[in-house]
């Protein structure tokens, strides 16, 4: 089997590939995740999935490599992750009551023969509305200041929401591991074999 890399330092995405029972690396893309003018969201989310896999193929010539993107949209407007306390109640405040789109980009480049399979994932995440005291209680029992807006749905975030549609719910904390299994069994891994 070829090697295996996750070109990402999220331990969120690690601990989502772990599920998988695969033996994997990770190595970090070191990649400029700025946007390109007039660049929408989700043609930004799918440049850097593929952006971060390129980046560590030269240290690892004959791996599998995967790369993810993820950005929240609403309204135009991209929503990051907060970095602290006072960004991620403002974020939650404007998100809340509306539908958020989460696009996960995922890339599965094979170093050894070029290829890159590139796909992208939406997930549609509605907020309650929120109260100023519920986004405090929340933030002060689970800082969510490295989750694009605001939110760990894997988490007690899931309490913030009202409905989620998409078609894998890891794609929401940034792995859409039906996807990748499905990419892994097109150059010849089987997740089950």
Excluded: W
């Amino acid at each position: 089997m070829q090697p295996l890399i996750l070109a990402s330092t999220s331990p969120y995405r690690r601990e989502l590939l772990a599920r998988l029972g695969l033996p994997f690396t990770v190595a970090n893309p070191r990649t400029d995740e700025s946007p390109l003018p007039d660049e929408t969201p989700e043609a930004l989310a799918l440049r850097l999935a593929e952006a971060k896999a390129r980046a560590v193929a030269g240290e690892h010539p004959q791996a599998l490599i995967i790369g993810s993107d993820q950005v929240a949209t609403v309204d135009g407007l991209i929503y990051g992750k907060p970095g602290n306390h006072q960004r991620a109640v403002e974020q939650l405040r404007t998100l809340s009551g509306k539908t958020v789109n989460f696009f996960t980009a995922l890339c599965l480049y094979n170093a050894r023969t070029g290829q890159a399979d590139v796909r992208g994932v939406p997930t549609l995440v509605t907020f309650r509305q929120l109260t100023d005291g519920e986004i405090e209680n929340y933030l002060r029992r689970e800082p969510a200041y490295d989750c694009a807006g605001s939110a760990k749905s894997e988490g007690l975030g899931i309490a913030l929401l009202h409905s989620l549609r998409g078609d894998d719910p890891n794609a929401l904390v940034g792995l859409p591991l039906i996807a990748l299994c499905d990419m892994l069994r097109r150059q010849g891994i089987a997740v089950l074999g």
